[in-house]
């Protein structure tokens, strides 16, 4: 079968050897599309609320390669919400001191 056919058996041996490499970066591959949103919730807000720039400005600032899929920004609250492949993250202003932060996820969702 490997005389016969060889870039199918290396096409084979390249996707298992992935495979194993995906399984053994589980943990890191899961934690990747909170990174998303939190990036941008966070450095928005920071842009934003700490450094005083504009929302044109600040939004062109954290534009990323991956598109984010929701984003809402409430000045009243200085809060920011950001959502990217799936996972919703929030940062807020917390103070001139302590800048932004982002929320756990529980304390992300808006209260009604």
């Known amino acids: ?7 199918l058996c ?3 041996l390249l996707l298992l050897a992935l495979a194993a490499l995906a399984w053994s970066y589980r943990v890191h591959l899961t934690a990747f599309p ?12 920071s842009c934003r609320y ?19 899929s929701g984003f809402r920004d409430d000045p009243r609250s ?19 001191r302590e800048g932004c932060r982002l929320l756990p996820e529980a304390d992300a969702l808006p209260k009604e």
Do not use: F
């Open 1 to 7: 079968m490997i005389r016969r056919h060889p870039l």
């Open 10 to 12: 290396a096409l084979a």
């Open 34 to 45: 909170a990174i998303i949103g939190a990036y941008t919730a966070k450095e928005y807000c």
């Open 50 to 68: 700490v450094m005083g720039n504009s929302a044109d400005y600040c939004q062109a600032y954290t534009r990323q390669y991956v598109p984010i």
């Open 78 to 96: 200085r809060r920011v919400t950001a959502r990217g492949l799936g996972s919703t993250q929030t940062a807020v202003w917390v103070g001139a």
